[in-house]
């Protein structure tokens, strides 16, 4: 019997020295052919964006093509599960955001995936804030002036979201609850019928994404009353923060892009790729075409973006319960 648990305890030893000399061998020659980057929206999106920007330089540095293959539908989770059902060898990829990792499985318990267990992260590729507007019909000049209109009119002022539970309907809420006022929320399907409508004065308000919003307030078309994160844009630096006002101080939220692969991928290979994606991040072309979408370059380890989507995916479940958020 000794004997026997023995030789039983010898070969479970083997067979893992094989598998570790098998995964480092995989890690060692990766990656020996193409890759595919799923971006869990259809093309034209801001997802859709950063994935085909991202992947160039990284292809290069990988000396591999990445196909980008946009698989949309149900607010970013089918493309999303795809790649957590992947196998797990890194050659399939997921640029990631927000509203599918962080959001979706608080809306919706019936998502087959868990964001924060069943991807590994890679690297933080971008961040970028919303920006509330308001049409040029709206009587308020200023971000004072719109919080004393929705005091004085509770529920009367409306705003806008490109749908219910997306990152731009959450900052909203945000808003609302840090303010102490009552704005009725309209939600869309999708941005551009929200900013038709808020240009054509059906709505006062919109939480928008500055790439959408920023040139229609250049034009003087719409009113911007802040930014969503803690800190000024670069890309409109004369736009104050909300935060910078005394009634919503604490208000940082805003949207960002990821890179992940699906869990169980070798430590190894998920270290190369974020080595190489960190080095092509500081590609030029890279961050001056972000960067005029208003996306800052993030990069990050994969210990620090697991934390951040933590911190996200909390910061996100505060709002939805505080504002009993459901799909409708």
Avoid: C
Wanted: aromatic fraction near 4%.
């Amino acid at each position: 019997m000794i004997l026997r648990k023995r030789r039983l305890i010898a070969q479970a030893g083997a067979g893992m020295a094989l598998a570790i000399a098998a995964a480092l061998g995989a890690a060692q020659s990766y990656p020996a052919r193409s890759l595919v980057m799923v971006v869990p929206y259809a093309p034209g999106g801001a997802v859709d964006l950063v994935g085909r920007v991202t992947a160039a330089p990284l292809s290069e540095r990988l000396g591999h093509n990445i196909a980008v293959e946009n698989v949309g539908g149900a607010s970013g989770t089918i493309g999303t599960a795809k790649v957590v059902g992947a196998r797990p060898d890194g050659y399939t990829l997921l640029m990631g955001s927000g509203s599918e990792i962080s959001i979706a499985k608080l809306l919706n318990p019936n998502v087959s995936y868990d964001g924060e267990r069943d991807l590994a992260p890679v690297s933080l590729v971008g961040t970028a804030p919303m920006l509330l507007v308001g049409g040029s019909k709206l009587k308020a000049g200023t971000l004072d002036d719109l919080l004393a209109i929705a005091r004085a009119r509770p529920g009367q002022l409306t705003y806008a979201s490109p749908g219910i539970g997306s990152p731009l309907h959450l900052a909203g809420e945000l808003v609302k609850m840090r303010g102490g006022v009552d704005i009725a929320h309209v939600p869309y399907k999708g941005s551009g019928p929200a900013m038709t409508d808020l240009l054509g004065g059906q709505i006062d308000l919109a939480v928008a994404a500055i790439s959408t919003a920023l040139p229609h307030v250049n034009s003087g078309k719409l009113k911007a009353f802040g930014v969503t994160e803690a800190k000024r844009s670069p890309v409109a630096p004369n736009i104050p923060a909300l935060a910078e006002n005394k009634s919503l101080q604490g208000v940082d939220i805003g949207v960002w892009y990821g890179l992940f692969a699906p869990a169980k991928t070798p430590a190894a290979i998920v270290e190369r790729l974020h080595k190489e994606v960190v080095e092509a991040l500081k590609n030029t072309k890279l961050a001056a075409t972000l960067g005029e979408q208003g996306i800052s370059i993030a990069g990050s380890t994969p210990a620090e973006l697991r934390q951040f989507i933590r911190n996200d995916t909390e910061k996100y479940r505060k709002i939805v319960q505080s504002a009993n958020i459901r799909l409708e």
